[in-house]
């Protein structure tokens, strides 16, 4: 079989974790999911509101059971990367942020950044994203996108500061498609 052309040839190189600094002064670290995050996940989805775990889920709307938190922090290393901001609190490690994107057989990806609420506004949002967005353009991603309520001032935002193009959608004015070029 001939490999993709959108996908790199050699094997696909596991992304280096990062520690970095937020607006308050915490460290967090960035690095990529792993098999053996379930609890770190299954907490972090205990704090979430189900209208997160939709972002989270790239869509799924019912309560998550293990199979889908199984799902996933397995991710597909040749289409996948899933990366999240990991805070040391009280000595243990405690999941506070997840970006992640999937890409399809055109080369495009979509992609959602979800942060525990404690954590908003403190500019993990962004570093997350602007990791994401170097991890996607590694993997030969041409395009990232995203799909969310045209209402939500945190991801248009966020979008805007990093460099997204946000697109109406003709059939539902409540709802922008969010757009970048990474090739
Ligand atoms: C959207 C979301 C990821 C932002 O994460 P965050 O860590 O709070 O974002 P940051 O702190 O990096 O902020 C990025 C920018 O957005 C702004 N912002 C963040 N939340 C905001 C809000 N609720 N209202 C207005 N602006 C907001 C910040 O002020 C910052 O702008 P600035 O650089 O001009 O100061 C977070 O609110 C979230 O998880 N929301 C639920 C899931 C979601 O909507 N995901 C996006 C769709 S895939």
């Known amino acids: 079989m001939q490999p993709h052309a959108d996908r790199p040839s050699s094997p696909v190189r596991p992304i280096a974790a990062l520690s970095v600094c937020l607006t308050d002064g915490s460290r967090v670290t ?16 205990r704090r979430l509101s ?11 709307i019912r309560d998550p059971d293990e199979t889908d938190v199984r799902d996933l922090i397995h991710t597909d290393p040749e289409c996948e990367v899933s990366l999240a901001a990991i805070a040391r609190h009280d ?3 405690c999941q506070v942020g997840v970006a992640r994107f999937r890409r399809n057989e055109d080369g495009d990806a979509d992609c959602a950044v979800t942060i525990d609420p404690q954590w908003q506004r403190l500019g993990l949002g962004r570093l997350l994203m602007a990791r994401l967005i170097e991890a996607a353009r590694i993997r030969g991603v041409r395009r990232l996108f995203a799909i969310d309520a045209a ?10 500061r990093l460099g997204f193009r946000s697109c109406p959608e003709p059939d539902d004015p409540a709802v922008l498609t969010y757009e970048l070029d990474i090739r």
């Open 151 to 160: 209402r939500c001032a945190g991801s248009h935002r966020l979008a805007e």
């Open 91 to 93: 000595g243990m490690d």
């Open 30 to 45: 960035i690095r990529q999911i792993e098999e053996t995050d379930l609890a770190l996940e299954q907490d972090f989805l």
């Open 50 to 60: 189900p209208e997160f775990h939709a972002y989270r889920f790239l869509g799924l």
